[in-house]
């Protein structure tokens, strides 16, 4: 029988940020069988305790896009989004993953995933062991393993289509039939009942698997994503996911907004080019009056990291450097030390042609020369912003200045762009690398976030965990969301910092019907990081090679968190981890043994913010205005 005197851990005077965006209060927080039990003044002593004085404690991070859907069978820490505080992921994004899948498709679902998610097939080959078929069984296997943090899983759309349509005939070349389409709605129905958090589709062009195809239902019919979506209102919980363009936004609108009114469940999307305008005023405004819908918004650029060691670098497509591409880097960096294969290289063209006569003799192919000449030259022009090429600097800087730019230190120095480029990844060994931000950077400034986290409906995500292994970073999101937006922003506002402790708590929880996390109050998971603030900061980015096989992936460490707690346990102190494996799967929507529900907004804050969005609308829609999307 428990010591009613004397509690499982305490954590003393630390300065709280309890997730629900109320103001910091000084205060201890007791924890008690996984769970807090008493916050504000702890008399009690713990068997374990911690003085937090001078320290942040916040509830932990609720990443809910992640891709750790292969790593899951290797990496008990979910390296490295453990690394920055998260103690609960949500994967299946973008419709892809493992599950449903039949016997045979296995290499179609690795393909889809190394294609969207830039995921070393090789490693998912090597690390996956297949010992399922249906998403109920996906999850029971993943229930048997030990993990760093709590797991959630959606169902996605490209493996559903594949497995009911058969993998020749799933991408988009058809539509499904009635009975396809009601079977996919069954499974989806299915999944939720075992388990999964929700449905996730992408709609995106920029999603294509390793030949370049559009992954699986990005182009299914508004018929399939309505049954698709009341699959999941059928078993009464759970969330829809989009990643889109709405490219054909009355098309798009029509059916979600069917979706939205009709059903109770939730609703997540990142928009990922277009006019954003629509989609995202009509989520706020749903969401004021009630419903679960909550655009995502990373809180930086989504960038990519251009260096020898990267995937893609300004000069992968010339003849000297597709020479040496291959070598071990300390060979590749001892090459182009030197000044004469410097001069060649910088002297040659990017070589098209052969590429493009290699992909059209390949019997496979079934593009016309056109398209290949442009799937071929991409690369190249991916590398030729210099204007929005930037030295990240240590630690990074993610809303970098105009005078960090490529093309100004060009002009400073006199030489040309690519030559900046070649001097700047040779340094520190030829480990350096050169940030591209790809988002819409207008003057220099990360306008988009301001505007999108000041909706009462966003929630920070887009992190994509686990995924873009040798060409973005961006697991490091949550610690750069506080670290950049409410300390050290310099060209423009900051945010409180218990508005973004929100964002990415309580909120993104919410969004997947986790209400037994994200908050610091009795009842909830002690799911907790104490954090250093004046020393949190993320790494410069570094390739590492510890993926199945050797496969390499670029990360980031954090400095900064003191501990990371999960379920009451300590799982990492000071960037190290301890051992201790407290995870759970996540099955379905979670109800805290207090009250909790979906927050809402005060009558008086409802009232004023629906008028508000009446008057921009119509400003909007009379000047023609913009809200810029995320992705360009």
């Known amino acids: 029988m428990r010591n009613n005197n004397i509690h499982d851990f305490v954590i003393r ?32 002593s713990g068997k374990k305790e911690i003085d937090a004085k001078g320290n942040l404690v ?18 008990p820490y979910l390296t490295p989004s453990s690394w920055h505080g998260v103690t609960t992921a949500v994967m299946g994004n973008c419709g892809v993953g493992f599950a449903p899948v039949k016997p045979g498709d296995e290499n179609f679902l690795i393909q889809l995933m190394e294609g969207v998610e830039d995921i070393p097939g090789a490693a998912l080959h090597e690390g996956i062991e297949w010992d399922w078929e249906t998403f109920p069984q996906f999850l029971d296997a993943i229930d048997k393993k030990e993990f760093v943090m709590d797991l959630g899983f959606m169902i996605g759309h490209g493996p559903l289509r594949s497995y009911v349509m058969g993998h020749e005939r799933c991408q988009n070349q058809v539509d499904a039939s009635d009975k396809e389409i009601n079977k996919m709605s069954e499974l989806v129905t299915e999944a939720i009942n075992a388990g999964a958090l929700g449905f996730s589709t992408s709609r995106t062009i920029l999603h294509r698997d390793i030949y370049g195809k559009y992954v699986p239902g990005t182009e299914a019919s508004s018929e399939e994503m309505k049954a698709l979506a009341f699959g999941i209102d059928k078993a009464g919980e759970g969330t829809l996911e989009i990643t889109s363009d709405w490219l054909d936004e009355e098309i798009e609108m029509s059916w979600m907004k069917e979706y939205v009114d009709k059903s109770d469940c939730g609703l997540t999307f990142l928009q990922t080019s277009g006019d954003a305008a629509k989609t995202i005023l009509y989520a706020e405004e749903h969401y004021l009056k009630g419903k679960n819908i909550r655009p995502q918004f990373p809180g930086r650029n989504v960038g990519l990291m251009f260096g020898l060691e990267s995937s893609l670098n300004p000069f992968i497509q010339y003849p000297a450097y597709k020479e040496i591409s291959n070598l071990p880097l300390d060979q590749k960096f001892e090459i182009m030390k030197n000044p004469d294969f410097k001069n060649m290289l910088l002297s040659q063209e990017p070589d098209f042609e052969s590429e493009i006569e290699k992909k059209l003799a390949d019997e496979s192919n079934t593009k016309t020369r056109e398209e290949i000449t442009k799937d071929v030259q991409l690369p190249t022009k991916l590398t030729a912003n210099y204007k929005t090429q930037f030295i990240l600097g240590t630690p990074p800087n993610y809303e970098p200045k105009k005078e960090d730019s490529i093309a100004a230190i060009s002009l400073i120095k006199g030489i040309s762009e690519l030559e900046v480029m070649y001097d700047e990844m040779m340094k520190n060994n030829g480990t350096n690398l050169i940030y591209a931000a790809f988002t819409p950077y207008e003057n220099y400034k990360l306008n988009f976030v301001e505007q999108a986290y000041g909706l009462k409906s966003s929630v920070a995500g887009g992190s994509d965990g686990g995924a873009h292994c040798g060409l973005i970073c961006d697991a490091s999101m949550p610690t750069t969301n506080l670290s950049h937006w409410a300390r050290d922003r310099e060209a423009g506002k900051k945010f409180p910092l218990e508005m973004l402790v929100k964002k990415q708590t309580k909120d993104t929880a919410e969004t997947f019907g986790l209400f037994d996390r994200g908050e610091i109050k009795p009842g909830m998971l002690a799911d907790i990081n104490i954090i250093d603030f004046d020393d949190l900061n993320v790494s410069h980015p570094k390739m590492i090679h510890d993926l199945p096989l050797g496969g390499k992936r670029l990360v980031q460490n954090a400095t900064g968190y003191i501990a ?36 809402k907004v005060s009558l008086f804050d409802r009232t004023f913010r629906l008028f508000f969005l009446k008057i921009f609308k119509i400003y909007w829609s009379l000047s023609k205005k913009k809200i810029k999307t995320t992705i360009a």
């Open 13 to 44: 005077n630390g300065k709280i940020i309890d997730g629900s965006g109320k103001k910091p209060f000084i205060g201890d927080i007791a924890i008690d069988d996984e769970k807090i039990s008493l916050v504000g003044f702890v008399a009690n």
């Open 58 to 75: 916040t509830p932990g991070w609720v990443d809910i896009h992640t891709h750790y859907d292969g790593q899951v069978c290797w990496d």
């Open 564 to 599: 990371t707690i999960k379920r009451g346990h300590i799982v990492s102190e000071n960037g190290t981890a301890t051992g201790i494996l407290p995870g759970n799967l996540i099955r379905g929507k979670q109800i805290s043994e207090v009250k909790s529900e979906i927050s």
